[in-house]
């Protein structure tokens, strides 16, 4: 497989993870263009089957399945990991994009609810779904296992204290996944990698036809980020694996 080019993921099984937003439909899209087998979730049916469709017929040809599963539930998330693997042969790639935000105006206003939602949201659905697909990326000979994460796990601000604990805790996790993949590889180094792609936060087209005027200074554009997530794989697992990869400048 290589990084560019419309073929680059051809034969490749990919499973996206919170594909019904914005940054998922980018991702579906681009990934059928680079020839990739889309598996794609997410827990709202009828907006899932919208962003299906739209790859699917944006690429003629292209194989995009969607299946709603709910990725608090670990057995569901093992069933869709086995599920996919039976059907298609192999799984070659995990893109995490399950999404959420809470924050409030000052340190001392945040309500401990929004730590219990977004650990659901951010740290739980990590959990499952790199339990789930571990085994199929390591036989994979390819794997990858792509967690997209914020700025602010860094470098966390007094409003946003319960999102970027989460953020910072589902990164720790998909670290320690990738040091299970170099474990796994010997000598030989890891066959499979687990990395982060950093970005300020997301921007697409809807956003700002709301606000023409804002900059979005920072921001990533989500097509570009569905780029970056398919040159993942044209660079060695030894090379991404464990790795923060910024889409924005370090903080």
């Known amino acids: 497989m290589t990084s560019n080019g419309k073929g680059a993921l ?3 099984v990919v499973a996206v993870a919170g594909a019904a937003g914005p940054a998922g ?3 579906l899209l681009r990934l059928a263009e680079a020839g990739a087998t889309v598996v794609a979730s997410d827990a709202d049916a009828a907006r899932l089957a919208e962003a299906v469709d739209e790859a699917r017929y944006a690429h003629g040809g292209a194989t995009v399945t969607g299946d709603t599963v709910d990725l608090l539930d670990l057995d569901a998330t093992r069933e869709w990991a086995a599920r996919t ?3 298609f042969g192999r799984v070659d790639g995990l893109v995490h994009l399950v999404g959420g935000w809470r924050g409030s105006r000052t340190f001392g206003e945040t309500p401990l609810a929004d730590w219990d939602t977004l650990h659901n949201l951010l740290i739980r ?3 499952h779904t790199s339990l789930a697909f571990h085994d199929a990326l390591q036989r994979s000979g390819n794997g990858r296992y792509l967690l997209i994460s914020a700025a602010g796990a860094s470098k966390p601000t007094a409003g946003n204290a319960a999102y970027a604990a989460s953020k910072a805790a589902a ?3 998909t670290l320690a996944l990738a040091d299970a993949f170099k474990k796994e590889g010997g000598e030989g180094g ?3 990698a687990a990395a982060i ?3 300020k936060a997301l921007v697409h087209d809807a956003m700002r036809a709301e606000r023409p005027n804002a900059k979005f200074a920072g921001f990533t554009d989500v097509s570009d980020l569905a780029e970056s997530i398919v040159g993942v794989w044209g660079r060695p697992a030894e090379e991404v694996n ?3 990869l910024w889409l924005t400048p370090q903080t």
């Open 125 to 127: 659905t990590v959990q």
């Open 190 to 192: 890891p066959q499979a």
């Open 197 to 199: 792609l950093v970005v």
């Open 242 to 244: 464990g790795n923060r």
């Open 85 to 87: 693997e039976k059907e």
């Open 10 to 12: 051809e034969g490749a």
């Open 25 to 27: 439909r980018a991702t």
């Open 171 to 173: 990164e720790a996790w």
